[in-house]
């Protein structure tokens, strides 16, 4: 990750140096992100590393967008986009949870209904 640096025009804040990235092209890439590791998790499961592995994601990112949002000045549009970008990491959190507390690689045939919040496995 840290090998993308911005070539944009945009300066890195001292909030993203670890990143490499403008605060603009840095949400872009949390919510690029978040949408491919929603849909990996969903269409194939996860084993225990790569949950891990998303969980400290989720964990980075949302640390670097609170700091982010707190230090800096920011324009009307890149507030909406950072609140969008916690959605998604926030949302993500939950894919995660989901899918560790049910099955993590069966692949079940389709056409099962997606019931939200009723299959919490409990123990
Ligand atoms: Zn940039």
């Known amino acids: 990750m840290r090998s993308y640096v911005c070539s944009c025009e945009n300066p890195v804040p001292p909030e ?7 605060v603009k092209h840095f949400i872009s890439s949390v919510e690029e992100t978040c949408a491919q590791m929603h849909r990996e998790i969903v269409l194939h499961g996860v084993d225990g590393e790569r949950q891990a592995a998303v969980a400290r994601y989720v964990v980075e990112c949302t640390q670097l967008l609170a700091r982010v949002s707190s230090n800096l000045r920011l324009t009307d549009e890149l507030k909406r986009r950072i609140l969008s970008s916690f959605l998604c990491l926030m949302n993500l959190r939950d894919t995660l949870d989901r899918v560790r507390s049910v099955h993590p690689v069966a692949h079940r045939p389709s056409g099962l209904p997606a019931v939200a919040g009723s299959v919490v496995a409990v123990g």
Not at 16 to 22: A, Q
């Open 16 to 22: 993203l140096e670890s990143v490499g990235r403008c």
